[in-house]
């Protein structure tokens, strides 16, 4: 029997001809992918950060600086609090910061964290800070070159 479609193959026999339409279609999807995917991965973007300055009328022994070494060791303006693992020093630093807040309310932070420590801790310091109301909070780097 003829098929209708006018092939002249026969409803019984197999086709042998490979179907490439699937193909195609995982193809496409994959090249989406690429062109959404590709942007991002690049990282020769020409980034040039803002610079900053201490908003008007705000001294500098205003400022609040918590540091972290590398071995956790944890400072709010220089003076130590401990590591940052231990409760006794937690408890130190968010009595200093109350502190800070309380005589300088609105003033600006600075987180100095050395750049050999984890990612999880500097925002573990950062979470803090924003639990205890803290909130602008800016992040010291050094200059390159300088």
């Known amino acids: 029997m003829k098929s209708s479609f006018g092939s002249g193959w026969t409803t019984s026999e197999e086709v042998s001809d490979i179907n490439i339409v699937p193909l195609v279609d995982v193809l496409l999807v994959l090249l989406v992918i690429f062109m959404i995917t590709a942007p991002i991965i690049a990282h020769t973007l020409d980034v040039k950060l803002p610079s900053a300055s201490l908003s008007p009328g705000t001294r500098t022994n205003q ?82 070159g300088g």
Not at 78 to 85: D, S
Request: glycine share 8%; aromatic share 6%; proline share 2%.
């Open 63 to 144: 400022t609040l600086v918590v540091s972290v070494d590398r071995n956790g060791q944890l400072a709010v303006n220089e003076k130590l609090m401990g590591h940052i693992r231990s409760e006794s020093a937690m408890t130190r630093f968010e009595k200093e910061i109350n502190g800070w807040k309380a005589m300088y309310p609105g003033s600006p932070a600075f987180l100095r964290a050395d750049h050999r420590i984890r990612y999880g801790t500097v925002i573990m310091v950062m979470a803090r800070l924003r639990k205890m109301g803290v909130v602008n909070v800016g992040l010291m780097i050094e200059r390159e």
